[in-house]
């Protein structure tokens, strides 16, 4: 039976987990590890794995096809030596971390030749944390960045977009450096500002009054305060110039609005900047970049077996064909997967 | 027929008029104006008001008791000259605008000394408008600022009271000054820094790329970037100095999370305070301070009497009885309420 291993069995992996199940595909064993006591078990009772494992190494071993990693991101590199020795020889091994830079030099670092890294960042989620958090849904119609390795050959790659395919998801085929510099700006800077939003105000001598009157407004603000500060912390170490970069712009820009607010003469700056605003957010909501439909249910069939028969080693007749329709499919990363496939 | 006037009929002036219509009170007119062509029509075709007025003297004319101005807040001067002519002796008028002080002093400066001026902001609403976003339930557990002027008498904070109680909602007993100092925190400088992020990442070359990327976290950040520009643009010229004040504390903020994620050395600084934030932001949501329930149906029905009985001049045998519980249950308003009351 071919296998999936999932390491780190939180919102993210748990989602997987049941993603897959919901795919329904034939024959697919799903083994799962935490390194928090009683998670697997609970990731079990969801649903979420078939089997669960003493380490990544036991889940990765006896020739798990694919590992994803959905650990912490300071994890990662620990996690990777733990499975060095178990992958199977042509295992693909893939990650859901926020940054991908700092993952991609792990793996080349630390992953035998054997095997493919392909990098992944599923753009899901929510503040909310653990097993209790996951869905099969969450990634439903979200884009998810895809950064293979130099090593990642073709079938590794195909691998992991039938995971995401599976997932209801669709790839955004990306560089790391282009990924890390382009989230820093749309999630890891809303972080920072969410959290010292929420400092701010809670370590005000007047906080219990500023709670009374805090709406809808500050609490959506500050959502992502209540992000783990593991996963804070880890993408602040791992995107430090990319989001120094971009907390400088922020600051820049708030100066910007501060200079219109304390201008009391000309009247009309400000309030074309909040129309113009207005008007272009709504444009964004309106016509949102390359943001899919889930697949459809024949799709993920389609995507099951594909999986599975990747797995199973049992592709080579439909590989090149499937990837020249995916390429046909998504003109705007052609190039970008063109230089991927022609880097591995 | 005791008669209700609002004017400006957009998401709070429908939603008030849908929440009155909810509580069912017996023999109550509501009257509305809006000066955009064809919104009074739709707020009474939605059950909003029970009459669509030419003006709004028109509407508070003919002896209006109470009258609700909801419209943006650059026009309420606008509105209470157009007012001043057409209140009746003893009327109540109440507003529902971001910012107080500069309400109170154009109420002050602009409405006769035959009518009460009680200030108001309820702590709800969304980046929505229109009378299409109107909704009975939308004021339902949230927190209603309550900013007295120094002429209303007891029974037109009584009157507010119930409107208040009726919609759902609790009164927050406030001075104006630190009404507008502490929204200035958790209203107007999430409105700001939303804007800011949202024309940052808009403005970027890399847009298209950004926006490709931008998952639930960009989109409920910038969320406020939508809220209609005569709202932010009022909110900023009407609370200048609190907002430019916490613009400054703000950026100071954001300059020390800068200088923990730029030191590589000291990793336990940022770490922890990720944690201290997230253990923070999880106590206010656990325990939110002074954020009620809606009051239960039998509760309405008695505000829907008292309210009712307030509007037709029937209330003197009950009203220091009322007036007595409402400060027994809420003690901490108490004094603030009792310094109004000894001022007005």
Redesign the interface.
């Known amino acids: 039976v071919p296998r999936i291993a999932i390491i780190g069995l939180g919102m993210i992996g748990g989602s997987i987990g049941l993603a897959l199940r919901r795919a329904a595909v034939p024959d697919l064993e799903v083994a799962g590890y935490d390194s928090e006591w009683g998670v697997g078990g609970k990731a079990r009772k969801a649903g979420a794995i078939d089997r669960d494992c003493r380490s990544a190494g036991a889940a990765a071993g006896e020739g798990a096809k694919l590992v994803v990693i959905a650990t912490p991101i300071m994890s990662i590199p620990q996690v990777l030596r733990e499975l060095g020795g178990s992958l199977a020889e042509g295992a693909v091994v893939t990650d859901t971390a926020s940054t991908k830079r700092q993952v991609l030099r792990w793996a080349e670092e630390l992953l035998p030749d054997t095997v493919s890294f392909v990098g992944g960042h599923p753009?899901?989620?929510?503040e909310r944390t653990g097993i209790e958090a996951a869905d099969a849904a969450l990634f439903d119609g979200?884009?998810w960045?895809v950064t293979p390795s130099m090593k990642a050959d073709e079938s590794a790659l195909q691998t992991v977009l039938s995971l995401i395919g599976l997932a209801g998801a669709t790839p955004?085929f990306?560089d790391s450096e282009?990924?890390d510099?382009?989230?820093a700006?749309?999630?890891h800077?809303?972080?920072?500002?969410?959290?010292?939003?929420?400092?701010?105000?809670?370590g005000?001598p007047?906080w219990?009054?500023?709670?009374?009157?805090?709406?809808?407004?500050?609490?959506?603000?500050?959502?992502?305060?209540?992000?783990?500060?593991?996963l804070?912390?880890g993408i602040?170490?791992t995107n430090?110039e990319n989001?120094?970069h971009w907390?400088?712009?922020?600051?820049d820009?708030?100066?910007?609005?501060?200079r219109?607010?304390?201008d009391?003469e000309d009247?009309k700056a400000?309030?074309e900047?909040?129309?113009?605003?207005?008007l272009?957010?709504?444009t964004?909501?309106r016509t949102?970049?390359?943001?899919p439909q889930p697949a459809a249910a024949t799709d993920e069939v389609n995507m099951g077996e594909q999986l599975r028969a990747l797995l199973i080693g049992d592709y080579a007749a439909r590989r090149l064909k499937d990837l020249q329709g995916a390429l046909e499919r998504r003109p705007a990363d052609h190039d970008a997967l063109r230089r991927k496939l022609e880097d591995g």
């Open positions: 753009m899901a989620g929510s979200c884009g960045a955004v990306i282009e990924h510099s382009y989230v700006a749309v999630s800077l809303p972080l920072v500002l969410s959290a010292a939003l929420f400092s701010l105000a809670s005000s007047a219990s009054d500023l709670a009374a009157l805090a709406g809808t407004a500050f609490r959506d603000l500050t959502r992502l305060a209540s992000s783990s500060p593991d804070a912390h602040c170490r430090r989001l120094l907390i400088d712009r922020f600051a820009e708030l100066g910007r609005y501060r219109m607010i304390a009391t009247d400000l309030l900047t909040f129309a113009r605003v207005q272009d957010r709504d964004f909501l949102p970049p390359r943001r």
